[in-house]
């Protein structure tokens, strides 16, 4: 069964700070991995959208990375702000749907 | 451009009772897809539409049906609901097949089944 881990489920940081976030996934045979953002009570927003033919994505101050041979995401955040409290998600594209991970709940301390 | 919309945001059923949860895009994409949230289990399909005239079963099909109305439509419909169904909806829509396009969420639905 194809399953898709993030490990920690929950990250508390100081404003500022560098962080990464992992994701793991089975089967190397994936079209792409994508990282959403959840608020509280919301819906998720794309982040941003690794093809499995790339390394990795940068979005403003955040960067995604992709490694298919050791089955690995890791979400960079440069310089984390209070606005970035939210749980991220990472999820992994297969023919037809996506396959979510559990999330990672992130708090941003001012 | 709204984006997805769903109705309604909030219901509350009691086991048994039916209802379709509406959603529509306005994106013009092809494929639309419905999931649940459950504490500690993640997002899990449900169906999925991969273009107008077709759907398919995800993870979780058991107790829903769905209909792709049209391009824009997608709704899924609980025929007699049971507590076990208490959780939070999301439609998405993708311009092709999801596995490699962006998707594009919409806000979602609290079902409370009692």
């Known amino acids: 069964k194809q399953e898709v881990t993030q490990i920690p489920a929950a990250l508390s940081v100081p404003e500022g700070e560098n962080l990464v976030l992992n994701c793991s996934f089975t089967?190397?045979?994936?079209?792409?991995l994508q990282w959403f953002r959840q608020d509280p009570g919301k819906g998720l927003t794309s982040l941003l959208l690794?093809?499995?033919?790339?390394r990795e994505q940068t979005s403003g101050r955040l960067n995604a990375s992709l490694d298919k041979s050791s089955g690995r995401s890791t979400l960079y955040i440069a310089a984390s702000q209070p606005g970035d409290s939210a749980t991220y998600l990472c999820?992994?594209?297969?023919?037809?749907?996506?396959?979510f991970g559990k999330g990672t709940k992130l708090s941003v301390k001012p | 451009n709204a984006g997805v919309t769903q109705t309604p945001k909030f219901q509350v059923l009691k086991t048994g009772q039916s209802m379709t949860l509406q959603c529509a895009q306005d994106?013009?994409?092809?494929?639309m897809y419905w999931y649940r949230q459950d504490p500690g289990m993640g997002l899990r399909l449900i169906y999925y539409?991969?273009?107008?005239?077709?759907?398919d079963k995800g993870e979780v099909p058991n107790g829903y049906n769905v209909s792709r109305l049209n391009k824009r439509e997608f709704s899924l419909r609980l025929e007699s609901a049971a507590p076990s169904q208490t959780s939070v909806y999301f439609c998405?829509?993708?311009?092709?097949?999801?596995?490699?396009?962006?998707?594009?969420f919409g806000p979602g639905t609290r079902l409370l089944v009692l």
């Open positions: 998405a829509s993708s311009e092709a097949d999801g596995g490699g396009e962006t998707q594009y």
């Open positions: 089967d190397s045979a994936i079209y792409n």
């Open positions: 690794i093809q499995s033919s790339q």
């Open positions: 999820a992994r594209g297969s023919q037809g749907n996506l396959i």
């Open positions: 994106m013009n994409h092809n494929s």
């Open positions: 539409s991969a273009s107008e005239g077709t759907t």
